[in-house]
């Protein structure tokens, strides 16, 4: 029994048969037009010959390499190829083979994308860890102000941040200068001219601050007189420790601009805050104005 499907099966694969083989090809970006998004597709191939031949075939396709150079692309937007120009580079790879009646579809889409390049300022995906009570006195600074991306313009269209990850580190006490890696989805996505950059800043202890300021009026209308209510308001904020003895009460100033509202209150603006200050909280932060006749 077994030695008749044996036979059966040797002189099945013995007959002729036409039907579909895959042949790859292989891509060789040569062009700054273009980035690969995919280095080889299979594309089926309508063949007459040998059930031997054809499960061979099938097996072990055959290869042949393009250069992105020379495919005769005209829409940059929407690369692809009609499949004659395969077969003739096909036959002329394999001149001894006649197998090959032609390809099944008549184009295929090539896995190639029009390239462009982008740059990009970077940002971190969190700020560093600080311990409790430090901050930053300063912003943060990058060795590098901008990137640059290479890649597929698609991809590039749809990118607006160059986002990095800080490496671990320890909270924060000093001033620091960590390494910061593009995030995996963002670097494999283009060809970038960095992947790693890194991140330096000014750190110092912060302590409360608060001081109590009468609030001033500007922008007072002619022949008005206007009541402020109430007339003081209390700031607190965040200042290093270092710059505690150089911040003057007399420099800071609580303000209001007049014009008329619908509920009757101002908003109040502080100025002459030190840049370092952080977390400004003003109570209250709006006072009510009356004019009087």
């Known amino acids: ?8 099966t040797l002189s099945a694969l013995s007959e002729t048969y036409t039907t579909t083989v895959p042949v790859q090809f292989n891509f060789k970006v040569d062009s700054n037009t273009y980035v690969l998004q995919a280095p080889r597709i299979e594309v089926p191939a ?3 010959s040998t059930g031997f031949s054809i499960l061979y075939r099938r097996i072990f396709p055959r290869k042949v390499m393009l250069s992105v150079r020379e495919l005769p692309i005209q829409d940059v937007e929407n690369p692809i190829v009609n499949t004659a120009f395969l077969l003739n580079k096909y036959n002329r790879l394999y001149p001894n083979s006649s197998q090959i009646i032609g390809f099944v579809p008549d184009v295929i889409p090539l896995p ?4 462009a390049q982008k740059s990009f300022k970077p940002t971190l995906a969190s700020l560093p860890k600080f311990a409790d009570g430090y901050q930053l006195t300063s912003p943060l600074s990058f060795n590098e102000d901008s990137i ?3 890649g597929s313009k698609i991809v590039l269209e749809k990118l607006h941040h ?4 800080l ?3 320890e909270p924060l006490r000093a001033d620091f200068l960590l390494n910061a890696a593009l995030t995996d989805s963002i670097a494999k996505a283009l060809n970038w001219s960095t992947t ?6 000014s750190v110092d202890r912060y302590s409360d601050v608060s001081f109590v300021l009468p609030v001033k009026l500007t922008n007072t209308p002619e022949n008005a007189n206007v009541s402020l209510t109430p007339k003081q308001v209390e700031i607190k904020f965040a200042a290093p420790l270092g710059s505690l003895r150089s911040i003057d009460k007399s420099s800071l100033a609580a303000e209001v601009f007049f014009e008329k509202t619908p509920t009757g209150e101002l908003s109040v603006r502080i100025t002459g805050l030190p840049a370092t200050a952080k977390q400004l909280t003003i ?3 709006t006072v009510s104005y009356f004019i009087i006749e």
């Open 148 to 150: 640059v991306a290479y």
């Open 112 to 115: 190639i994308a029009q390239a």
């Open 196 to 201: 790693t950059i890194q991140v330096s800043g």
């Open 46 to 48: 309508r063949v007459s």
């Open 167 to 169: 490496a671990p580190h």
């Open 162 to 165: 160059a986002v990095f990850k």
């Open 1 to 8: 029994m077994v030695f008749a499907a044996v036979i059966w």
């Open 283 to 285: 109570s209250p932060p």
